[in-house]
Nanobody, 123 residues
Framework: QVQLVESGGGLVQAGGSLRLSCAAS????????MGWFRQAPGKEREFVAA????????YYADSVKGRFTISRDNVKNMVYLQMNSLKPDDTAIYYC????????????????WGQGTQVTVSS
C-alpha cells in the first residue's frame, strides 16, 4: 500500500516555473514506477510524465517534452515534476500516481493516486 500526497501547485504567470512534489509513504516506494497526470476542467485526465525504478528511464507526453522534467529520490520517497516555460494550457489539477509493476507510461495501470494539486497559469 502506498499513500501519495502532492504539493507545490499554485498560480504562476505564463513563462514561469513550478516544481511539484509528491511524498510517498511505504517502505516499498523504490519498486514502483511513478507518474504524473493532469486534468483540466471539462477534459479527461491525461498522462504527463513517468519514471521507472531506474531513474534513467523517463517518459513524457509530447505536449510537455523539453519543458517538464520528472525525477525521484528513493531515499526520501519523493517524486518531483519540474515545470518550466509554463503555458495557460498547462492549467490543471496535477496528480501523482504509482504503478507497482514498474510500468511507466500513459497505458499503465497505476494502482495508487494522490488527491492532486492545482496549477494555474495566467496569460
Amino acid at each position: 500500500q502506498v499513500q501519495l500526497v502532492e504539493s507545490g501547485g499554485g498560480l504562476v504567470q505564463a513563462g514561469g516555473s513550478l516544481r511539484l512534489s509528491c511524498a510517498a509513504s511505504g517502505r516499498t516506494f523504490s519498486v514502483y514506477a511513478m507518474g504524473w497526470f493532469r486534468q483540466a476542467p471539462g477534459k479527461e485526465r491525461e498522462f504527463v510524465a513517468a519514471i521507472r525504478r531506474a531513474e534513467g528511464f523517463t517518459y513524457y507526453a509530447d505536449s510537455v517534452k523539453g519543458r517538464f522534467t520528472i525525477s525521484r529520490d528513493n531515499v526520501k520517497n519523493m517524486v518531483y515534476l519540474q515545470m518550466n516555460s509554463l503555458k495557460p494550457d498547462d492549467t490543471a489539477i496535477y496528480y501523482c500516481a504509482a504503478d507497482r509493476n514498474n510500468c511507466a507510461g500513459s497505458g499503465c495501470r497505476y494502482d495508487y493516486w494522490g488527491q492532486g494539486t492545482q496549477v494555474t497559469v495566467s496569460s
